[in-house]
């Protein structure tokens, strides 16, 4: 059997090995936040997932190498605009509706209320974001 004459060739590149190591840390995080949960340990549950956490922040913000290029930003961008357009759509077609269904005498559940209430507050917080944006550029 032969060698590979180049031992660099099958190794992932140093961008991909950073980014599995962070989303790695983060995972590891939430399966051991969830274990924790399961197993009754919260305290142990919660420092776990933070411990995961900030490996994730430490891999992401120490690593000497840029994890995502121009093209991640791109899909990056193209994502959450369209996250957001359909999150508007079912706002904008849900909330509205809401007083008629309780006129009706429909109470919606209180889970459903909160996510509109939740939906309604992410958009408050992206236009106080867009619009530092905007005035910083």
């Not at 790695?24 to 399961?38: F, M, T």
């Not at 933070?50 to 994890?67: I, P, Q, R």
């Not at 209430?117 to 974001?129: E, N, Q, R, S």
């Amino acid at each position: 059997m032969t060698g590979n004459a180049n031992p660099t060739t099958n190794q992932p590149s140093r961008r991909r090995r950073y980014r599995i190591a962070m989303y790695g840390a983060l995972a590891v995080g939430i399966v051991s936040y969830i274990a924790g949960l399961r197993l009754e340990l919260p305290l142990v549950a919660l420092g776990v997932y933070w411990a995961g956490f900030l490996g994730f922040v430490a891999v992401w913000k120490g690593s000497s190498v840029t994890l995502y290029d121009e093209r991640h930003e791109r899909m990056e961008a193209k994502t959450a605009t369209t996250t957001v357009g359909i999150i508007a759509i079912v706002l904008i077609a849900v909330a509205p509706a809401t007083p008629a269904l309780q006129a009706a005498g429909y109470a919606l559940p209180p889970l459903a209320m909160g996510a509109l209430y939740g939906y309604a507050g992410m958009f408050g917080v992206y236009g106080l974001v867009y619009t530092a944006v905007v005035l910083r550029s």
